[in-house]
């Protein structure tokens, strides 16, 4: 989806206009449900985290302001937010652990998730970035973990994982101007 494409497309939405809500889940409805599904680890409650999404986002798109960042990151926040707080809500009502990538049991459904998580190619752009950063990326946004965890699991400070993580998003957000561009 172009740019301009996606410009008249929110416009529209901002305007009520349901169609063109339409034409945002289908465009992005497979990736956040994807990395949805990675927090939460359970398929049926990432489709219900990303139900609760796209309602947010119905609600909420007037909110949206692109000087502020993209649109995927916009909703991509608002999906990972709902799944943590969803996480979060389970957890509370089970003992189920974070899982992490040296306790993960079912590869089978590890390998799904990637699959839709990469639907617009994250993983192949994480690794053009340092480790450092691609292992903040990993750990914050498909694992779960807040800025705070994060710096305790790594033991590092955690201005050191907010200065990262800044910095990660930045330079993914110039690899997908570059990757607009050339498609």
Do not use: C
Not at 12 to 38: N, Q, R, T, V, W
Not at 70 to 85: E, G, P, S
Not at 138 to 150: C, D, R
């Amino acid at each position: 989806m172009t740019e301009e494409t996606l410009n008249s497309i929110l416009l529209k939405m901002k305007e009520g206009d349901y169609s063109a809500f339409e034409k945002i889940y289908d465009a992005y409805s497979p990736a956040l449900f994807g990395i949805s599904s990675k927090i939460v680890k359970n398929d049926d409650i990432a489709a219900d985290v990303v139900q609760e999404t796209f309602i947010k986002i119905w609600k909420k798109i007037g909110s949206f302001d692109r000087s502020k960042g993209t649109f995927f990151t916009w909703i991509l926040n608002i999906a990972r937010n709902t799944a943590i707080d969803k996480y979060r809500k389970i957890s509370k009502v089970s003992t189920i652990p974070i899982q992490t990538s040296e306790n993960i049991v079912d590869l089978g459904n590890e390998e799904k998730s990637s699959q839709k998580t990469d639907h617009i190619g994250i993983k192949d752009l994480l690794k053009a970035l340092p480790e450092d950063q691609q292992e903040i990326i990993e750990y914050l946004y498909f694992k779960g973990y807040t800025q705070v965890e994060l710096a305790d699991e790594l033991n590092i400070p955690l201005g050191t994982v907010k200065t990262r993580s800044r910095t990660a998003i930045k330079n993914l957000k110039e690899l997908f101007i570059l990757l607009a561009t050339w498609i």
